[in-house]
Nanobody, 115 residues
């Protein structure tokens, strides 16, 4: 089955770190544009980061720049989002989106930043 699956969301204290994963099955992520989005309760979905095919270029929303880092492991067909210095306002469901020949969305993973 062709799909992408996010994982790694959790409850973490402010200032903590999490690493989210976006794993693909039945297609290769390397040739896709990967974006991470997030959606907090009562708010619209917000773009967080963009990684171009092959991970050649990356772009970050101002709200996460310097704290979040996207990376790819082609051998594992997985894209990661390392999130450091987390803030309560980072609380949201995080979604992975792969755009290329087709457009794929994952089901999301919950990140909660709270003391």
């Amino acid at each position: 089955q062709v799909q992408i699956v996010e994982s790694g969301g959790d409850l973490v204290q402010p200032g903590g770190s999490l690493k989210l994963s976006c794993a693909a099955s039945a297609f290769t992520l390397r040739s896709y544009v990967i974006r991470w989005y997030r959606q907090a309760p009562g708010r619209e979905r917000e773009w967080v980061v963009k990684s171009t095919p092959g991970g050649i270029s990356t772009y970050y929303a101002d709200s996460v720049k310097g704290r979040f880092t996207v990376s790819r492991d082609n051998a594992k067909n997985t894209v990661y989002l390392q999130m450091n210095s987390l803030k309560p306002e980072d609380t949201a469901i995080y979604f992975c989106n792969a755009v290329g020949y087709r457009n794929y969305w994952g089901q999301g993973t919950q990140v909660t930043v709270s003391s």
